[in-house]
């Protein structure tokens, strides 16, 4: 097999890295694995760390490397990675990246590549200040790009439309701050290892093709 299925995604927040990991998994079978919608569902779970995660996330900070990586760890041991998987929104930090090397190193699995979303601040800002999600059904909207016919009301399923709390202007402003901080010294560090792939917004069309092709 020549397919190259062992993936993270990485990004600013607000770059795509969800919806084209969405989009890719409507036809190709891989394990999805988004810190972000696992620390979501802790919080809302109403766990104790998700009290913590919570009072981080809406500051748009990160919760601390070990956390993070021990839940990836444990969802890395399940079966279904060994197959392939989508790493969305981890590593975000070196240490993150070193953990994760030495997690695949325990499980014998490894890394095929790097794939790095490429989008100007002026439109991630809009994207995340501008976002805004459906209650019921979960269908995402956006205030500039993609509006509801009926304002704050879904299309799909007539539910109500939220904002995340961390998609205010202020923590949105705080995300990108702390991905150029912490994230962005991650682009250098699996370029030198060769396994940086980069997409810009442009050829995003193009690049949903051949990521396809690869991941199948
Ligand atoms: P986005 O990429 O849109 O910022 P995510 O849904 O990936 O958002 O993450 C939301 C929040 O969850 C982050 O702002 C951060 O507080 C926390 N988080 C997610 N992934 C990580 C991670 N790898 N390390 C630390 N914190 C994380
Ligand atoms: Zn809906």
Known sequence: MLSKNKVIFLGAPGAGKGTFSAMLLEQVKLAHISTG???RAEVASGSELGKQAAIIMQRGELLPDEIV???VKSRLAQDDCREGFILDGFPRT?????????????????LDG?????????LLLK????RISCKACGEIYNRYFQKPAVDMICDKCGGELFQRPDDSIETARERLKVFYEQTEPLIDYYRQQGLLLTITEVEKNK???????LLQ
């Open 207 to 213: 690049a949903f093709a051949a990521l396809l092709e």
């Open 127 to 130: 994207r995340l200040s501008g």
């Open 37 to 39: 919608d696992i620390l």
């Open 69 to 71: 990586a021990a839940m």
């Open 94 to 110: 070196t240490p993150q990246a070193e953990l994760l090397k030495q997690a695949l190193q325990e499980l014998d699995n490894e």
């Open 114 to 122: 790097v794939i790095f979303f490429k989008v100007e601040d002026e």
